[in-house]
């Protein structure tokens, strides 16, 4: 590899590549391709839909023994340094990064899928079925995802922080398998094509489906019609805000960014409380929690196998869920790992399940409520109203029955630019350090690469909302979820040997007069 080039086109050209070629033809028979593509997703469902839910199970058991068994006290690098950021600090930056701008898209509407087709037995619109949905909202934001998005992330960052190895690569962490051929060969090649597929292709996803949050509320705000010109707008401002932040790096930009972003989401939700339903919310949230507790098990491993009919919404679309999380558990992972020296492999697994979920949780619980409530007395039609095309429409029709509607909307649109922001930016950040050549373990992602990322990732969504083929893509991006359910299981045997071999819990831990609370160690860029 020439040490000089900037980026590693052994990996990238291949991946940008063949994500051109899958973009053309979606964009030509956007319809055609969307019904295959279904059709090969509902045949997928049909098969393996076990082998979703227990992937899911699996990755929290796997989380739950790497956190309490000897290899929980393992230090991400020297045990004698310090985190490079706060707990809360950290904590915000694995939230922002976890939850993005997905939960204010499927916080306040998703519980009105469930209430409009819940499983057989119950009655749609029911009090039952809308309970059912919020609870269901919340356990899709639960423990299962979590540990999806975590579990590839003790290999990496074993190999990045303790092995010191030069490049942060799934192939890398998979090289005490593989051997040193198959790693520097085809097999390593492959594996790091994967990952700029799933992530170049998720990242085009999520900003062209983030957008209508964003221009829907616009829209209602300012009295004006949704056009391509108005979602155009909203992209470059978002290309802007999370290439500056990733531009200037995890310390300086995403690390301000995210935790900016937990205390504004914070005002926003005493504001709903307070100036809102909040008595109701607060019950309907103890309800919510209290079906989730008792469904749970019910909700992980459903398959509605004893029904002959056709799927319920719960039951394909946590197959899709789980699928489309895996597409993201590489990038998630990655991240994680960059992010975690000095860390213990307790302190991260956990950290990623126990965060992210709790503010999934309490969002869902009040935007959510604000829903239901809006909904139960009658003020919005609600569940008639999403069954629309224009279902993010609705979020700001909700948003205009509180008091000060307009502020409302304006700080809702905030949160949800700024959770975007962070998910794009440590997205452009991970993948220019996956493909830069520079030492990973010394240096950040070279800046200008960042940018070059943040391009290409920005003209195949602008380029498919424009022309279509961004529906179609979505479901690809489901379905390459598939191998990296293999590559997942294959990272973890990969940290528990590299573990093992240098018995790591005897030598790589800290002492027991160190303190597990650290203060922040100031990083500078070395881009």
Same mark, same amino acid.
């Given at each position: 590899?020439?040490?000089?080039?900037?980026?590693?086109?052994?990996?990238?050209?291949?991946?940008?590549?063949?994500?051109?070629?899958?973009?053309?033809?979606?964009?030509?028979?956007?319809?055609?391709?969307?019904?295959?593509?279904?059709?090969?997703?509902?045949?997928?469902?049909?098969?393996?839909?076990?082998?979703?839910?227990?992937? *899911?199970?699996?990755?929290?058991? /796997?989380?739950? @023994?790497?956190?309490?068994?000897?290899?929980?006290?393992?230090?991400?690098?020297?045990?004698?340094?310090?985190?490079?950021?706060?707990?809360?600090?950290?904590? !915000?930056?694995?939230? /922002?990064?976890?939850?993005? $701008?997905?939960?204010?898209?499927?916080?306040?509407?998703?519980?009105?899928?469930?209430?409009?087709?819940?499983?057989?037995?119950?009655?749609?619109?029911?009090?039952?079925?809308?309970?059912?949905?919020? !609870? @269901?909202?919340?356990?899709?934001? *639960?423990?299962?995802?979590?540990?999806?998005?975590?579990?590839?992330?003790?290999?990496?960052?074993?190999?990045?922080?303790?092995?010191?190895?030069? #490049?942060?690569?799934?192939?890398? /962490?998979?090289?005490?398998?593989?051997?040193?051929?198959?790693?520097?060969?085809?097999?390593?090649?492959?594996?790091?094509?994967?990952?700029?597929? !799933?992530?170049?292709? *998720?990242?085009?996803?999520?900003?062209?489906?983030?957008?209508?949050?964003?221009?829907?509320? =616009?829209?209602? =705000?300012?009295?004006?019609?949704?056009?391509?010109?108005?979602?155009?707008?909203?992209?470059?401002?978002?290309?802007?805000?999370?290439?500056?932040?990733?531009?200037?790096?995890?310390?300086?930009?995403?690390?301000?960014?995210?935790?900016?972003?937990?205390?504004?989401?914070?005002?926003?939700? #005493?504001?709903?409380?307070?100036?809102?339903?909040?008595?109701?919310? =607060?019950?309907?949230?103890?309800?919510?929690?209290?079906?989730?507790?008792?469904?749970?098990? $019910?909700?992980?491993?459903?398959?509605?196998?004893?029904?002959?009919?056709?799927?319920?919404?719960?039951?394909?679309?946590?197959?899709?869920?789980?699928?489309?999380?895996?597409?993201?558990?590489?990038?998630?992972?990655?991240?994680?790992?960059?992010?975690?020296?000095?860390?213990?492999?307790?302190?991260?697994?956990?950290?990623?399940?126990?965060?992210?979920?709790?503010?999934?949780?309490?969002?869902? *619980?009040?935007?959510?409520?604000?829903?239901?409530?809006?909904?139960?007395?009658?003020?919005?039609?609600?569940?008639?109203?999403?069954?629309?095309?224009?279902?993010?429409?609705?979020?700001?029709?909700?948003?205009?029955?509180?008091? =000060?509607?307009?502020?409302?909307?304006?700080?809702?649109?905030?949160? %949800?630019?700024?959770?975007?922001?962070?998910?794009?930016?440590?997205?452009?950040?991970?993948?220019?350090?996956?493909? $830069?050549?520079?030492?990973? $373990?010394?240096?950040?992602?070279?800046?200008?690469?960042?940018?070059?990322?943040?391009?290409?990732?920005?003209?195949? %969504? #602008?380029?498919?909302?424009?022309?279509?083929?961004?529906?179609?893509?979505?479901?690809?991006?489901?379905?390459?979820?598939?191998?990296?359910?293999?590559?997942?299981?294959?990272?973890?045997?990969?940290?528990?040997?590299?573990?093992?071999?240098?018995?790591?819990?005897?030598?790589?831990?800290?002492?027991?007069?160190?303190?597990?609370?650290?203060?922040?160690?100031?990083? !500078?860029?070395?881009?």
């Amino acid at each position: 590899m020439n040490k000089n080039r900037l980026i590693d086109n052994r990996i990238f050209m291949p991946a940008l590549l063949i994500i051109i070629a899958i973009c053309i033809p979606l964009a030509l028979y956007e319809e055609k391709s969307l019904n295959a593509l279904n059709a090969v997703f509902t045949y997928i469902v049909e098969v393996f839909s076990w082998g979703y839910l227990w992937y *899911g199970v699996l990755l929290v058991a /796997a989380a739950l @023994y790497f956190s309490f068994s000897r290899y929980g006290n393992i230090v991400l690098g020297d045990p004698k340094e310090k985190p490079q950021f706060t707990l809360f600090e950290y904590a !915000s930056i694995l939230i /922002a990064m976890g939850i993005g $701008s997905t939960i204010m898209r499927t916080g306040m509407l998703q519980w009105t899928s469930v209430a409009n087709n819940p499983p057989a037995g119950v009655e749609a619109g029911s009090a039952e079925a809308i309970l059912m949905g919020n !609870s @269901y909202s919340m356990f899709l934001w *639960g423990f299962q995802v979590f540990a999806i998005f975590v579990m590839i992330a003790p290999a990496m960052a074993y190999v990045l922080h303790v092995k010191k190895r030069p #490049l942060m690569r799934i192939s890398e /962490a998979a090289r005490v398998i593989l051997g040193d051929k198959l790693t520097d060969g085809w097999a390593g090649r492959i594996l790091d094509i994967l990952f700029l597929l !799933s992530i170049l292709t *998720g990242a085009a996803v999520t900003l062209g489906l983030g957008a209508p949050i964003v221009t829907y509320n =616009l829209s209602k =705000l300012l009295n004006i019609e949704v056009t391509f010109g108005l979602t155009i707008i909203v992209t470059i401002v978002w290309v802007v805000l999370f290439s500056i932040s990733a531009y200037l790096g995890v310390d300086k930009g995403i690390k301000r960014l995210s935790t900016f972003n937990i205390y504004l989401a914070g005002a926003f939700a #005493l504001f709903i409380l307070l100036f809102g339903p909040g008595v109701f919310i =607060l019950n309907y949230f103890t309800d919510s929690i209290s079906y989730l507790a008792a469904n749970y098990l $019910s909700f992980s491993l459903n398959t509605d196998a004893v029904y002959m009919g056709e799927a319920s919404h719960i039951q394909s679309n946590t197959v899709f869920w789980f699928a489309y999380s895996a597409t993201w558990a590489m990038l998630h992972s990655v991240f994680a790992a960059r992010i975690s020296k000095g860390r213990t492999v307790r302190e991260m697994i956990l950290t990623y399940l126990l965060a992210p979920t709790l503010l999934s949780w309490i969002a869902t *619980g009040i935007l959510g409520g604000l829903g239901v409530h809006r909904y139960l007395t009658g003020q919005l039609p609600i569940l008639d109203m999403v069954k629309g095309d224009e279902r993010m429409a609705v979020i700001p029709e909700i948003l205009s029955t509180l008091p =000060l509607g307009g502020l409302a909307i304006v700080v809702f649109i905030i949160v %949800a630019l700024v959770f975007l922001t962070t998910t794009l930016d440590s997205t452009t950040y991970t993948v220019a350090a996956y493909t $830069s050549t520079k030492d990973m $373990s010394k240096h950040e992602p070279p800046k200008s690469l960042r940018i070059v990322v943040a391009g290409v990732i920005t003209a195949i %969504a #602008l380029v498919l909302m424009r022309i279509g083929g961004l529906a179609p893509l979505e479901v690809i991006s489901g379905l390459m979820g598939l191998p990296i359910i293999f590559i997942t299981f294959l990272m973890l045997y990969a940290a528990k040997k590299m573990m093992d071999n240098d018995k790591a819990w005897l030598t790589n831990v800290r002492e027991k007069k160190d303190s597990i609370k650290r203060e922040p160690k100031d990083v !500078s860029s070395n881009s």
